[in-house]
């Protein structure tokens, strides 16, 4: 898995037992910082892999961009030839962006003051008015429905393709799924649970899939604001986590319209926000 896992030595303590040394593996965390035309955007702290979807995604859930053209490039910089001095190693974590037209090219003010953690979305705002932002996709108007029977299968499907959790249990994932069929779409994983969510955007925006008409974003964990915010942005009418949302979270999707579930778990889920798309059917 590359620089997704990395191997640490740890001591096993059993009660009753000796103690045992053994490597063990951990999922690897490391910043990434987004630049624009040379310039800082943000940092982020993420698990490498899917970097430029990472970007594209989190360019859309800021309001930057909305489809795949208006990205022109996005070029890891730090060794020769890309940007970084003579003989200067690529970490590869550093990424520049070129924005194209139509791009809402962000002023310097709108750059985070500083890095977001793995557990922050929003981390960097420079105030409370700067942190709901308006999408350009009004899923009010998505009429699609999701069978009962169909939501209770996405948290299996979800974990199943957990490859790099298996490995480490220190990964959150975010997976898109076709509302109509339950197929699945896309899955990663990252620490970051709004990074996994922007790596599953910024894969639709690079196939020119958004606005995410249609379609159920299934998380691992809970469902914060971040995460509807970047539902919102992207165009998803369906948020599915298994574990519980916020309020304020709820009090978003209510207004933006997005079909907010939490506690989807077995054959069960609370449904907080516009109930109309979940489909009641029999067990399969």
Known sequence: MGRITARWPVTKVTVGREPSRRPDLLAVEEPLEIRIAGNAFTITMRTPGNDVELAAGFLVSEGVITRADQLISAIHCGGPGTGGAAGEPNTYNVLD?????????????????????????????????????????????DRVAVDSATLIELPESLRSGQRAFDSTGGLHAAALFDATTGEQLVLREDVGRHNAVDKVIGWAVNNDRVPLRGTVLQVSGRASFELVQKAVMAGIPILAAVSAPSSLAAELADRAGLTLIGFLRGQSMNVYTHPDRVRVTADR
């Not at 809402?104 to 409370?128: E, H, L, Q, W």
């Not at 700067?130 to 350009?136: A, F, H, Q, R």
């Open 97 to 141: 962006l070129q924005l194209g037209f139509g791009a809402a090219v962000p002023s310097p003010d709108a750059a985070r003051n500083f890095y977001m953690t793995s557990a922050c979305g929003v981390c960097g705002k420079t105030s409370i008015d700067t942190v709901e932002t308006k999408s350009s996709f009004d899923i009010t108007d």
